[in-house]
């Protein structure tokens, strides 16, 4: 077997395996349901109610989904990675021969199965609990899965730079959570904006919400959009240069960070650790 | 490939941190088969020389060759020839022993030789660390020196030419140091892989070494066996005795001479009369003290 087919073939593996370790721990679970749960308790609370003719537990839909996203592609990631990096486990894979491309596929699979499976706790239930998501229809839903993964291919490169330049897992949420707070305060995700700051457009967390909503929501509600309409277009061209951007700069810093992970590295980590 | 007898190289190696100088130009070789222990004091650059040996760190001038490649440039059919000992102490800890093993061994398939097969098989290993009924377990559920001796597995897992461990029982209990000095020995006699390892246990570095390099103040400051450093570095012998229910104790290098004159002045009362040769300890103390001239090196990146 060449190497370059046996490192993808590892890296799968060893994404599959650790997705399945880490769902069937109890931390992960807990990991896995805690947010879906807390949200479809929301849905169902306000499932009966309605807005303008607009179920507003479907109103509410894109905006969990959209957070869920942002949860996963920014913290998550940059999370995971600040951990490999001071317990070691980056350290071992560079240690191997290929070890760290076959890191990082392992790793992507893991960070998109874990976020297509968040998103699934959501959606399916959902389906049950808002029975308008039903009449969304296959068009719908294919917006809704391109806006989720261009949406995803924006965020996680962010996310990969934070975990790849801060010191410690503490550091990755301090950093990500404050980018990511600014970017749901400002996006309009939960509660329609009419006056929006201009910056918010800048950002890919409106336009995920935005591609969310007019996938799910009746096309009257575009009404309430900025410019009346979905702007699908827009949509695709601004996630999709921030997907292009990041994955043009992430592996630099992810190779940055590789190079530097070392035992001493490790080894202030693990003093941090043990004296925090 | 060059088929010399050695397996490292280092010459005129040298690494500093802006002006704080850490390796003040470092010449040694280690030869295929060899196991050669790195000893000196916390802080004295083990680390260092150990990082930049595997790769894992630049270095600010010299030259350094492992299996006839610089290790900051080598590719990863290098790295397949090449252990790394590394102290675990969290990661992978949801995976079970057996499969972590079986998984890392999968990355040597593909640069397997005639002469090397690799990876080892898990078994083997398993047998070899003394780990094979606790392959079942996660990771995270073994005790440290279990742990430890998974890491030495891990490291062995690509059959390797060279093994670097860097301060492997550092908070070990005696049992488990006394274990894992067993898994080295056995190891050594493996193949015939040549092993440099860092410590800051003269014991230990007696027990374990062919050859032992003192590094001290960001130098070699001596080079051979413990018995060729115990000759070279002291000629200290103690001549110990008891006179009148009194313990008496004269250090020098004239003992023979001393114990005539000794008995031939006193005919009767001494007793328990004892000749020691210097220990290690107070070579490898008077060897450090006397090359620990700069003290700026206190706590730090070399720990």
Redesign the interface.
């Known amino acids: ?3 370059i087919t ?1 490192v993808v073939r ?1 890296g799968l ?2 994404g599959w ?2 997705f399945w ?2 769902a069937l ?1 109890l931390q992960g679970l807990i990991g896995l349901f805690l947010a879906p749960t807390i949200l479809l308790a929301l849905l169902w609370m306000f499932r009966v109610r309605e807005v303008e003719g607009i179920s507003f537990a479907l109103l509410m839909l894109p905006g969990f989904l959209t957070l869920q996203l942002t949860q996963e592609g920014l913290m998550g990631v940059a999370n995971k990675l600040a951990f ?1 990096r001071e ?3 980056l ?2 894979a ?6 760290m491309p ?1 890191y990082l596929i392992a790793r992507v699979v893991v960070i998109i199965l874990s976020a297509f499976v968040s998103l699934m706790l959501v959606i399916i239930p959902g389906l049950f609990i808002v029975p308008s998501l039903a009449t969304v229809g296959v068009s719908g839903f294919v917006t809704l899965v391109w806006v989720l993964a261009l949406g995803f291919l924006a965020l996680a490169p962010i996310g990969a730079v934070i975990g790849a330049i801060v010191k410690s897992p503490s550091g990755a949420v301090g950093l990500s959570i404050l980018p990511m707070g600014i970017m749901i305060g400002i996006s309009g995700i939960f509660y329609p904006l009419k006056a929006l700051p201009v910056i918010s457009e800048i950002f890919p967390v409106y336009w995920i919400g935005l591609g969310i909503r007019s996938a799910l929501l009746p096309e009257m509600a575009a009404a309430a959009e900025l410019g009346g309409s979905w702007r699908p277009l827009e949509t695709a061209l601004v996630l999709g240069a921030w997907a292009a951007a990041g994955l043009l700069l992430a592996p630099g810093f992810l190779r940055r960070m590789a190079r530097r ?4 590295e ?2 202030a980590g ?1 003093r941090r650790y043990t004296q925090s | 490939m060059s088929k010399t007898d050695t397996a490292i190289q280092v010459t005129g190696l040298q690494m500093r941190y802006g002006a704080h100088v850490v390796l003040d130009g470092v010449d040694f070789a280690v030869h295929r088969g060899e196991v050669l222990v790195l000893l000196g004091p916390n802080g004295a650059g083990k680390t260092t020389i150990i990082e930049i040996l595997e790769g894992f760190r630049g270095r600010s001038g010299g030259s350094v060759s492992v299996l006839g490649s610089d290790p900051e440039h080598a590719d990863e059919a290098w790295r397949a020839r090449v252990g790394i000992v590394l102290q675990s102490w969290r990661d992978h800890s949801a995976w079970r022993v057996r499969k972590l093993l079986d998984h890392f061994g999968k990355y040597f398939g593909p640069y397997s030789t005639d002469e090397r097969a690799r990876p080892v098989g898990t078994d083997t290993l398993l047998q070899l660390v003394g780990l094979t009924d606790h392959a079942h377990k996660k990771v995270g559920e073994l005790s440290g020196g279990m742990r430890r001796r998974l890491d030495v597995a891990i490291g062995l897992v690509g059959n390797p030419e060279v093994l670097f461990l860097d301060e492997p029982t550092v908070g070990f209990d005696p049992k488990a140091r006394r274990e894992f000095h067993d898994v080295i020995h056995r190891l050594a006699d493996l193949q015939g892989t040549t092993i440099l390892l860092s410590t800051h246990d003269l014991d230990e570095a007696e027990k374990l070494s062919d050859r032992i390099l003192i590094l001290a103040g960001g130098k070699i400051v001596a080079n051979g066996s413990a018995d060729q450093l115990r000759k070279e570095f002291s000629d200290q012998t103690e001549v110990i005795w008891t006179q009148d229910d009194q313990r008496h104790v004269h250090a020098g290098s004239d003992a023979t001479t001393f114990a005539r004159n000794l008995l031939a002045q006193h005919p009767e009362g001494i007793t328990n009369l004892e000749i020691r040769n210097a220990s290690l300890e107070d070579t490898y103390m008077t060897i450090v003290q006397t090359h620990e001239t700069t003290p700026s090196q206190k706590e730090g990146k070399q720990a």
């Open positions: 077997m060449k190497p046996s590892l593996t060893r395996i650790e370790m880490n721990s490999d317990d070691g486990t350290l071992r560079k240690a191997l021969p290929q070890g076959a992970a070392s035992g001493s490790m080894e693990r």
